[in-house]
């Protein structure tokens, strides 16, 4: 059943876990991040959530705490115990029982979760395992939205294979992100470059072009508060392979070779030498050239072979044109600086409709949050569809 018998109580513990799954968004791997709340007459007894790298489920880490509580040593009734859940509990099993077993086992009363698995090996089934076991289970659209942004990367990645994308950008007053010699630190002030670490710590992936790598020199690392959280999948897009030349990059210093994917074209691969000792721990994918630019699609398929369901695209202008040329993007996170810079300075994006193109022919994006840092703006703009 959906949307019945909804207590104040079910809304307050339903929240709790929305919280608790947000705090691990980006750190799951290719598994959803999901909250777990189990009460026993009202009273929380067990918390969890899906751990780093996508294991224990946030239901058996709620479990686990729960049969450690006094209130279920010193009297447990079933029937008045409810787990509250982000996402259906799975019904596959790997290694480990599946959470609707899990909870069956543990025994409950009411089952109450915000959303159906997509994933086919549950979809239905986790809760289909619990109702037979006599457990009421209700699903609620109640935080939707909410909830769907928590898991929007690994609910892309099971409708379409390829991941949720976000165009990361900093730019001054007139949507400039360089000075014509290339100077772009800083457009934007220490608060927006803060923020930039937490996209970062909430993406799987971070995507960028090798002309911003060769004019920025960024460090693309985690570090101040989020330096405890290991480092994410570096993708340079290098369609020549230029890199090569060049052996004094900051990234190679900050981020670990092994997380260094460089993908060129497969017309390059006589110039590859993986055994040359920089690049002897990085990873060279190939993919085909079309129109003049790597295959996005292929680009995609590699990125999502590799477990990532959200991506963060960091630049420059002709990667993040070529996502917008094509559709293939979810949003853009846009950092404006308080600067206005010359009009022949690089610009966040290129032309990529025709010169006479009309008004109505380009892209329109729905405005979902803005962000005051001080006197700089944070603007997050969906795409729609």
């Known amino acids: 059943m959906i949307d019945a018998n909804i207590s104040q109580d079910d809304k307050k513990f339903l929240k ?27 009273i929380i007894i067990g918390r969890g959530n899906t751990q780093l790298g996508g294991r ?31 996402l259906e509990p799975c019904a596959h099993e790997t290694t480990s029982p599946s959470c609707a077993k899990a909870i069956v086992n543990f025994g409950a009363n009411r089952v109450i979760y915000l959303a159906t698995d997509p994933d086919i090996r549950t979809n239905g089934k986790g809760k289909s ?10 699903e609620t659209k109640m935080y939707e939205g909410e909830n769907s942004d928590i898991l929007k990367g690994f609910l892309k990645q099971k409708k ?9 950008i900093g730019s001054s007053i007139n949507g400039k992100i360089a000075t014509q010699n290339g100077e772009s630190k800083w457009i934007t002030n220490s608060l927006c470059r803060k923020r930039v670490q937490l996209l970062r710590s909430e ?27 290991e480092n994410k999948p570096i993708f340079i897009l290098d369609t020549n392979f230029e890199i090569s030349g060049f052996g004094n990059l900051s990234i190679f210093d900050n981020v670990e070779k092994n997380k260094v994917h460089i993908i060129t074209s497969k017309e390059l691969k006589y110039k ?10 990085v990873s060279i994918e190939e993919v085909d050239i079309e129109q003049g630019f790597l295959n996005m699609q292929e680009i995609l398929k590699i990125v999502s072979k590799m477990g990532v369901n959200r991506l963060l695209v960091e630049g420059g202008a002709r990667v993040w044109t070529s996502f917008l040329k094509i559709g ?43 962000l005051r840092w001080e006197d700089n703006i944070e603007a997050k703009w969906l795409a729609n569809s």
Not at 330 to 351: L, P, Q, R
């Open 328 to 370: 293939l993007f979810d949003e853009i996170v846009i950092f404006t600086g308080n600067k206005i810079i010359n009009d022949s300075a690089t610009s966040c994006f290129n032309d990529f409709l025709p010169l006479d193109a009309r008004l109505g022919d380009f892209p329109t994006l729905t405005l979902t949050s803005l």
């Open 203 to 229: 993406n799987d992936g971070i995507l960028i072009g090798k002309n911003s790598v060769f004019v920025d020199n960024p460090r693309l690392n985690l570090r101040d508060q989020y330096e405890s959280i």
């Open 160 to 168: 379409t294979g390829l991941p949720y994308i976000t165009l990361k």
């Open 56 to 86: 224990p489920h946030a239901e058996i880490m709620a479990i686990k705490q729960a049969l450690d509580h006094p209130l279920i040593q010193e009297k447990r009734e079933i029937q008045e115990i409810n787990v509250y859940i982000t």
């Open 272 to 281: 590859i030498t993986k055994d040359h000792k920089f690049f002897k721990e």
């Open 129 to 138: 395992i619990m109702e037979k076991a006599g457990i009421e289970c209700i």
């Open 16 to 42: 709790i876990a929305l919280n608790l799954a947000r705090r691990n968004v980006g750190l799951t791997g290719k598994n959803p991040s999901v909250g777990c709340v189990i009460t026993f007459r009202d």
